[in-house]
């Protein structure tokens, strides 16, 4: 089981960035899918959830009305639109499969600076 995260890089505030992650290992359409991610000094929180096929998903608090979680379970790939970036949203971001808790790729640094 492998998880690749891209997408991420250096952006203003107010920029938009669409992160990827490719699974391989298992079929996507078992598993919840999630996005976290780990700001400077800062824990591992939650950004977004998904079903296994879409229909249902969930944001932090945080970042409702600016991001957006979806997949492409033919594809392989989890996806997270991310608008409206803040300075605050800077972090490691990673996709984790709820099927393989314990599964983490390299993660993809997403940075917010003017």
């Known amino acids: 089981v492998q998880l690749v995260e891209s997408g991420g890089g250096l952006v203003q505030p107010g920029g938009s960035l669409r992160l990827s992650c490719v699974a391989s290992?298992?079929?996507?359409?078992?598993?919840?899918m999630t996005w976290y991610r780990q700001g400077p000094g800062k824990e591992r929180e939650l950004v977004a959830l998904?079903?296994?096929?879409?229909?249902?998903?969930n944001y932090a608090d945080s970042v409702k009305g600016r991001f957006t979680i979806s997949r492409d379970n033919a594809k392989n790939t989890v996806y997270l639109q991310m608008n409206s970036l803040k300075v605050e949203d800077t972090a490691v971001y990673y996709c984790?499969?709820?099927?393989?808790?314990?599964?983490w790729g390299q993660g993809t640094q997403v940075t917010v600076s003017s």
């Open positions: 984790n499969a709820r099927l393989w808790p314990g599964v």
């Open positions: 290992g298992f079929t996507l359409s078992r598993s919840v």
């Open positions: 998904i079903s296994s096929f879409g229909h249902s998903t």
